[in-house]
């Protein structure tokens, strides 16, 4: 009990802080990188601009208010209602549409739309101010019936690949921008520290560093080396800033409780990486943090974003998050006050998203002195400000010359490449895999004959389970296979589904099936799921599934599981009867070739682990946990962060640290000699981890500071090297500040260690 009083003293002592070291008024100062012409640019035109302007320019809506309707529902086919249009983007001024409705578009279709809202805000508005459009591409264009689609971000993470993220992210940019939608809500910057979580997969997974990476990748696949007026690229927008990946309960836009040495630590820096490679869009995280909304939350949102990031780009709400904070929450008494405490935090843009009362209400509050111009000025500068970098203001639709590259054979070999680099071989016992051509196969799972389970939520609708939209001439797992083995030497049976209960004699028919196999490839995983609709209250892969590997197993034929999961669910019961596994995080409409690819030997795995996987339901630590988080600082997961195999051997040799010691102003030079011992070509993941022996804050097991993926032919050896500089050692100190303090220090590259020190004083960042 006392030990409880403590933590909630703590814990209040720790919201204090958040909600109250803000400073009441003031903005962010003007970042010196402005460009003068563009913020001249702004002054001219919000020089013209009414209020009823400016907070229109504020507000976002979905495309269902723009729509046609009968009898209060939307018309199909659906189009564009000419006096929803006028009322919402000429009298409202309304700055900004998102979504989809109900399903992907066609590209030609989705050209209509935009074109049509531009030529309303351009012609008709009286600031003729274009919109903003926005839609989520999370791995690819993914609301458009033509779409390229590439794994989720869990399974780009599994490629350790950001040269491969950056250029699909410019993909997805380019088919996006096809559309003539300039906008994505992606990246996820968010790392995912519960494997409960059900949007862990649309992440970069737990590390820091590796999420750090990606994510300023992906924002440089989209939008370039910076913003600007390239109709072939697309503003970034990061997500879901802050905090969002640690939930209390493991369940979505639910209270997490992190102090703020660790928001700093962990959470922060993968947001500092992505806003230094250009990203001029935040969306806000839809949990509180130690009781405060982050919403409402102006430390976080304008300090630390807009001040200590040196942001200047444009915060946005997430989906009706400003009216939650009255109705969820219940930090505000009315929409009124939820729409005051989120401008006043830092909101630029609401995303209201069904009506225009935001606007409304936002300039009641200005006419009444509750929220000041000053800030309504701040938060329209920034949006012109993308807009015009944008290049909307010459050019609102896309590029004249065309996009000949849409859903190119260029683009689906990418995408291809995305998927095969993102499958890991977790266990290849006897060395099954690869398969013989000859091999005659028994295939069977509830993820073996189906799109969905390879790609997740947000594809081609909200939950990506609507299988009607996805395209015919993708290939499932078993499709795949049988167009490499043959039709007759692929047999195929269901078994079960994803949880329902065993009906009699159910798994009777895979049984008998399995009887003129050589192997059999057994799929399990999860159906696709996004946000509230994916909370689990079980980690553990469903009894039923599990069940089934037991039957097949009682065949005495050789076993490989296909794990197809956005996140790493349980499976130790039914590990033992595997002899290999193969781990598909949402590889995308080719993830099926892929995996084909893969069993048969055509392709050599490369993947490895972005999470730890569990092998318990109690034990869900991180592989960066502490030392006295279990005995010994020992971890038993199933699976190790950072773990995939090769059908090719690698081994490490030579480490060499350039010096034993590590100065203030110095770099540390660290080597390691990575040979291919083995027979076939292959791509592996150099992996350089440092322990910090002792120091001020009890410190992590270790923690991944620096990584390369190389590819060698057989007997090739390459010698990686990495520079180690005092700020790769750093942390948040007891004053909520970065440090590096002397010390020792050790190094881990594969199996091998190495050992130096920081000399000379602390140093802070």
Not at 170 to 178: H, I, L, S
């Amino acid at each position: 009990m006392r030990n409880a009083l403590v933590l909630v003293v703590l814990l209040m002592i720790t919201c204090f802080q958040w909600s109250c070291r803000s400073t009441p008024s003031a903005e962010p100062a003007p970042s010196a990188s402005l460009d003068p012409a563009v913020e001249a640019r702004i002054d001219e035109l919000m020089a013209g601009m009414s209020l009823a302007d400016k907070v229109g320019e504020m507000t976002q809506v979905t495309i269902d208010v723009l729509l046609a309707r009968e009898g209060g529902k939307v018309i199909e086919p659906q189009r564009l209602d000419p006096d929803s249009l006028q009322a919402v983007l000429v009298d409202k001024r309304v700055g900004s549409v998102l979504n989809v409705y109900g399903h992907a578009y066609p590209v030609d279709q989705w050209r209509e739309f935009v074109r049509t809202m531009q030529e309303y805000a351009t012609e008709k508005k009286a600031s003729g101010i274009p919109i903003l459009y926005g839609i989520d591409s999370n791995h690819g264009a993914n609301y458009s019936s033509e779409g390229t689609l590439f794994p989720q971000q869990i399974g780009l993470a599994a490629t350790w690949n950001p040269g491969l993220v950056e250029d699909l992210g410019a993909m997805a940019a380019y088919e996006t921008r096809a559309s003539f939608i300039p906008w994505t809500f992606s990246p996820v910057a968010d790392i995912g520290r519960d494997p409960r979580w059900p949007r862990l997969w649309e992440g970069f997974g737990e590390d820091v560093h590796l999420s750090s990476v990606l994510s300023a990748a992906m924002t440089r696949g989209y939008q370039g080396e910076q913003l600007s007026d390239d109709p072939q690229r697309v503003l970034a927008c990061l997500k879901h800033y802050l905090g969002y990946g640690l939930p209390f309960s493991g369940r979505d836009r639910t209270q997490a409780f992190i102090p703020e040495r660790q928001l700093r630590e962990y959470f922060l820096p993968p947001f500092q990486a992505a806003v230094d490679a250009g990203a001029m869009s935040v969306m806000v995280c839809s949990g509180e943090i130690n009781g405060v909304p982050v919403h409402a939350n102006k430390y976080l949102l304008t300090d630390v974003l807009k001040g200590e990031l040196g942001f200047t780009g444009f915060v946005v709400s997430d989906w009706a998050d400003i009216r939650k904070l009255q109705d969820v929450h219940k930090v505000a008494k009315d929409y009124k006050e939820a729409v005051k405490m989120a401008v006043n935090a830092g909101i630029d843009m609401g995303m209201t998203p069904y009506d225009t009362e935001f606007a409304d209400l936002l300039a009641e509050l200005v006419e009444e002195g509750e929220v000041t111009l000053a800030r309504i000025d701040d938060a329209v500068r920034r949006i012109l400000r993308t807009k015009i970098q944008l290049g909307l203001f010459e050019q609102p639709l896309g590029d004249p010359a065309g996009y000949p590259r849409m859903a190119s054979a260029e683009h689906a070999e990418l995408a291809y490449q995305g998927a095969l680099e993102s499958l890991v071989l977790l266990k290849n016992d006897d060395d099954l895999l690869p398969l013989p051509k000859t091999a005659r196969l028994l295939v069977t799972g509830p993820t073996a004959n189906s799109l969905i389970p390879l790609n997740g939520g947000w594809t081609y609708t909200w939950q990506g389970s609507d299988s009607t939209y996805y395209p015919k001439d993708k290939m499932t797992i078993v499709e795949a296979l049988r167009a490499k083995l043959g039709y007759k030497n692929v047999n195929y049976a269901p078994g079960v589904g994803y949880e329902e209960d065993l009906g009699p004699g159910q798994l009777d028919i895979p049984y008998i099936a399995a009887t003129w196999a050589d192997a059999i490839v057994v799929c399990l995983g999860e159906s696709s799921y996004a946000e509230k609709p994916g909370d689990l209250y079980d980690m553990d892969l469903p009894d039923v599934q599990i069940e089934l590997v037991k039957t097949m197993a009682r065949t005495g034929k050789p076993i490989i599981l296909v794990l197809a999961e956005g996140r790493p669910r349980i499976f130790r019961k039914a590990e033992p009867y595997a002899s290999a596994v193969l781990l598909a995080p949402l590889p995308g409409n080719e993830g099926g070739r892929a995996i084909a690819d893969i069993l048969l030997g055509d392709a050599n795995p490369s993947g490895k682990l972005p999470t730890t996987y569990p092998k318990y339901s109690n034990s869900l630590e991180t592989y960066d946990h502490k030392h006295a988080d279990q005995d010994g600082g020992h971890l038993d997961p199933q699976y190790e962060f950072g773990y995939g195999l090769s059908y090719t051997t690698f081994t490490y040799s030579d480490l060499q640290l350039r010096a034993d010691e590590l100065t203030a102003d110095g770099q540390l030079i660290v080597s390691v000699t990575v040979t291919n011992a083995g027979r076939l070509a292959g791509k592996e993941v150099v992996q350089l981890y440092v322990s910090d022996e002792v120091a001020s804050i009890t410190p992590p097991v270790k923690r991944l500071r620096a990584f390369q993926k190389i590819e060698l032919a057989p007997g090739a050896s390459q010698t990686v090297s990495f520079e180690l500089s005092p700020r790769d050692l750093a942390f948040v100190g007891r004053d909520l500040t970065w440090i590096t303090e002397p010390g020792d220090f050790t190094v881990r590259i594969g199996d091998l260690s190495g050992q130096f020190s920081f000399v000379g004083e602390k140093v802070k960042y």
